[in-house]
């Protein structure tokens, strides 16, 4: 019975066919299975060894070289923490760049319209009336200036031609000097004639000054016609003031001449 029993449960299973002498086809696909579980066996067993082999190979050659020091490894980790923050400010400056290009292209430019206030006949009266009273107060400073600075000179020229003539009355005096005073009279003379032509000129100057004034006072510019006066007068003054003091001088020259001549008849006598 029990033989009988252990038969019906490998039919069941298909470890045996009807006939003992052929097996079935379970049996044949049983045996491969297991063929090819003992060849993976076989391959994953050769795998583990590799495996295990390779780790002993790797941790001898670990033990082999020197383990480097603690200070280089901080140096390397610092370095690579240099290069990251340049990488990422270089990447900061490149965002920044582009925004403000974007920017400046968006710019809308504006217009700036005319100031039409700055177009009528008023404003443009006053703006001539101002340009006058500026060209003529510097054309009264520059006739002053030449006047005083001129007559200085004047005056130096006529002292010194008075300083010779004063000797000749004292000493006997050679030819050289002589020369000397007809030399120094030619200048003098010269001198002189500057002198009237600034003379001239100032006249026209206050002329364009008084012109001046009445058209800044017409364009409502009282004050800077005021002003314009003011230094009118002040420049008069100064001029009246060197043609003075070079008459006064021209005087003193006169009598020496007079005084010059009349010893000049006595010892001709």
Known sequence: MSSDKEND?????????????????KRVQYDEMRKQMRALQGQMQHLVNLHFQRDEDTQSTAEEQEEPPLSDIL????HKAEVNAKKKSVGI???RSDEKKDTEDEKIVKVQMPNFDKLNYDFMIKQ????VVNSASQALTIAYTAIESTSRE???????????????????VSDEHQDLIIAVRLDVNSKKKILNDLLIYMDYVQRMVEAASVVSNSAGMENLAMTLCERMDDALKHKDREIRDNNLLEKEYNNLQEKCVTERQDNNL
């Open 9 to 25: 449960k490998r039919k069941r299973d298909g470890s045996i066919g009807d006939h003992d002498d052929f097996p079935s086809p």
């Open 75 to 78: 140096d390397l980790g610092k």
């Open 93 to 95: 400056v490149f965002a």
């Open 128 to 131: 001539s009336a101002v340009e």
């Open 154 to 172: 004047y005056r130096l020229l006529l002292s010194k031609l008075m300083s010779l003539i004063e000797e000749t009355l004292i000493y006997e």
